[in-house]
């Protein structure tokens, strides 16, 4: 290759007079040039002339058609130690200008934005998406929640050290490489070969529009998949637990839905970003029966994951109340969701223990429950009920069309099961049973529920916690 092929191939790709250029580059993959890496820039500059500017990623070792451009004459580094660029040209010093002051290292006022809003160009020359910097221009404008901020140095134009936090700063892996097939198709990109290098000419413009739409109404547009991958696991995951804060409601899963062992609890919690836990059953047996002690380190080691939680279920009413009220506050457990029938004095000793007392329906019908559950609301008019729709399905109820509104539970329902099953009591996927939870779901955000949602509760689920929480997320997405 000489310069003036690359220069041709360049002019090909969308490159001309005046132009402004990010170039991300491997000088190695055009193969053989005449003249070495300074040619190759000087096939660039040929091509944007005297009035084109062009602009390299200048943070950490980037190549040598990095180096060739730094060491231009007149080139300009910018302030920014995080997310740093070389720029030379007419236009340099306006691109680069106070890059430090920035809140973001590649958002708002940025070499980044500004070479957008300057109509400028990017080329990827012999490398793929993965090291096109300025998509994370469009994680940061989109103020994705798995960003972090970082921390750093800064040394001031004027010699000054001053401690600077970037907000929004890209983490470890991307699928920018997934991306290529949306650029192509929408005609912002375009791919060429000089030499034996892959190249892609993007327009920066373009390319702001489509993936700020794109990424707006889908924030993990840039993560991948993998199961096996744990950064985009994680970052998925604060994507969910993001999603969850804009909700009224608390969401709450049980623990024989979340996993057998504590450990895998916590494991298969955080990777559906969720932060709060139903003791039900632990390691198939039921929560509230487990020693004092194993209780006790149970919540402990949940609580040192950041994982609260929200009370414990009784399958049955206890025996001996007293005794279980002591061993759940030693426990730090404040909240006991237990069955309705017969439970009046048993709730009663409960509460005088300290304790907060939810009433669930199981073999009940609404019209029963309702009755049963007034006279517990004479004795405290602060009781709290469970709605659990799957049990009514059992009792051959319409839980949302009749259940419900005939059992008027509305007004004292404090959490919602979030469970669906047949009319025989086989539990089903949500929304694919008889329980008419999508409708519980849609009419309880409708008043903004500021109680507990139960995720698998009071119910077998037929599947993992990964599919249930999916499924509930797809039901809120399509409300």
């Not at 109340?321 to 409960?350: C, D, H, Q």
């Not at 309702?370 to 399905?393: I, P, W």
Request: proline share 4%; net charge neutral.
């Amino acid at each position: 290759m000489d310069r003036k092929e690359i220069a041709e191939g360049l002019k090909s790709l969308g490159l001309k007079k005046g132009s402004i250029v990010m170039l991300h580059s491997s000088y190695l993959s055009l193969g053989e040039v005449e003249g070495g890496p300074s040619e190759v820039i000087k096939a660039f500059l040929d091509v944007i002339g005297r009035k084109g500017t062009l602009l390299v990623p200048a943070f950490g070792k980037l190549g040598v058609l990095v180096e060739e451009v730094k060491n231009l004459p007149g080139a300009i580094v910018s302030t920014c130690p995080v997310g740093a660029v070389a720029a030379y040209g007419p236009a340099a010093e306006e691109l680069c200008k106070d890059h430090w002051k920035a809140e973001t290292a590649h958002g708002i006022h940025t070499p980044f934005t500004r070479l957008a809003e300057k109509q400028g160009m990017i080329c990827l020359l012999g490398v793929d998406q993965d090291r096109n910097t300025t998509l994370h221009s469009i994680e940061a404008l989109l103020e994705l929640p798995y960003l972090q901020p970082i921390s750093c140095t800064v040394k001031t134009p004027s010699g000054e050290e001053v401690r600077k936090e970037y907000k929004y700063f890209p983490g470890p892996h991307r699928d920018f490489i997934g991306l290529d097939s949306l650029l192509l198709q929408s005609g912002a990109m375009n791919v060429g070969r000089i030499g034996n290098a892959q190249v892609r000419v993007i327009d920066c413009t373009a390319m702001f529009d489509i993936l700020l739409t794109a990424g707006g109404e889908c924030p993990d547009l840039v993560l991948c998949n993998n199961p096996e991958c744990a950064d985009c696991v994680k970052q998925h995951a604060a994507i969910y637990a993001h999603e969850m804060t804009k909700e009224s409601f608390r969401l709450t899963v049980s623990s024989r839905l979340a996993g057998r062992y504590i450990p895998e609890m916590v494991e298969n919690l955080k990777k559906q970003g969720i932060s709060r836990i139903e003791l039900d059953y632990v390691q198939g047996k039921i929560a509230a029966n487990l020693p004092a002690a194993k209780l006790l380190s149970a919540v402990q080691e949940l609580k040192g994951e950041n994982i609260e939680v929200s009370g414990i279920r009784l399958p049955i009413i206890p025996d001996e109340p007293e005794k279980l009220a002591e061993k759940l506050l030693a426990a730090g457990i404040f909240r006991v969701i237990m069955p309705l029938a017969g439970s009046a004095k048993t709730a009663e000793i409960l509460k005088k223990s300290g304790l907060t007392v939810v009433l669930y329906n199981v073999a009940q019908s609404a019209k029963s429950a309702a009755q049963e559950f007034a006279g517990v609301l004479k004795k405290d008019t602060e009781s709290v009920f469970c709605f659990n729709a799957a049990n009514f399905a059992k009792a051959g109820e319409h839980p949302f069309l009749y259940s419900y509104s005939t059992g008027r539970f509305i007004k004292t329902t404090g959490q919602l099961d979030i469970a669906d099953s047949t009319w025989d009591g086989t539990g089903t996927g949500l929304a694919r049973g008889n329980a008419e939870i999508k409708e519980l779901i849609s009419i309880m955000r409708c008043r903004n529920f500021s109680g507990y949602f139960c995720l698998g509760g009071g119910a077998s689920y037929p599947g993992t916690l990964e599919m249930a929480a999916e499924e509930f997320r797809q039901l809120l997405k399509n409300m």
